[in-house]
């Protein structure tokens, strides 16, 4: 079936520094992809997504392009500030009649100033 | 705007205990509603998810099961507590699965 991976946490990061989050994919066709972000204490919420190949998500800074080749949706941020710190979740949407979001483990990212 | 409201944000509960988490939406009509899990090193998984009224799809055979007694409430129960019934619960409601809202989640540890 469908499913998502994306790499395991924690990740530490200082202020400032870049940030790479891996997220593969296998699934049927070619779905909708997006990354969720779930902050201390709070609901999770799309940060970005992206319908097809080559479409590029963007959202505060963070970015994540959609590639089919590699079937691969990598979240990207250049400058990472503390209030990044949160738990990222890399989903896609499955096709077909009964449409659903195949969410990954989740990445917990702790930025220090 | 729309608004979750999910409770208790945790729990604790012996094995074989009842469960019920209740779940309402304010701001919309007739959403489609949803509950996740997240269990411990792994990633959110559907259990069931509701398109109106009475109306429960499962996802997964389990221990749980679902119901949707008004338009803007959506109760995940059961009768008798696993311990692999731990986790991390969410809400979650939308127009179509891509815009999905989610509630700030129920921790619950059996056991």
């Known amino acids: 079936g469908d499913s998502v991976t994306q790499m395991e946490g924690p990740v530490t990061l200082s202020e400032e520094a870049f940030l790479t989050i891996n997220c593969t994919y296998t699934?049927?066709?070619?779905?909708?992809l997006f990354w969720y972000v779930q902050y201390p204490g709070e609901g999770l919420q799309l940060l970005l997504k992206?319908?097809?190949?080559?479409d590029k998500g963007s959202n505060k800074g963070f970015e994540a392009t959609y590639r089919k080749e590699t079937t691969s949706f990598h979240l990207e941020k250049g400058s990472v500030q503390v209030s990044d710190s949160a738990v990222y979740f890399c989903a896609l949407l499955t096709q077909g009649g009964s449409e659903k979001l195949v969410f990954g483990k989740g990445t917990k990212l702790t930025v220090n100033p | 705007s729309q608004t979750i409201h999910q409770w208790p944000a945790t729990l604790v509960q012996p094995v074989g205990s009842p469960l019920s988490l209740e779940c309402t939406v304010e701001?919309?009509?007739?959403?489609?509603l949803y509950w996740y899990r997240q269990a411990a090193g792994r990633g959110l998984q559907l259990l069931f998810y509701s398109v109106g009224i009475g109306q429960i799809s499962s996802e997964v055979p389990q221990n749980l099961s679902a119901s949707r007694p008004q338009d803007r409430q959506f109760i995940l129960s059961s009768k008798k507590l696993l311990l692999s019934d731990s986790g991390f619960y969410l809400c979650a409601l939308g127009q179509g699965h891509e815009k999905l809202f989610f509630g700030s989640g129920t921790q619950l540890s059996v056991l």
């Open positions: 992206a319908t097809k190949a080559d």
């Open positions: 699934a049927t066709g070619y779905p909708s």
């Open positions: 701001g919309t009509s007739n959403p489609n």
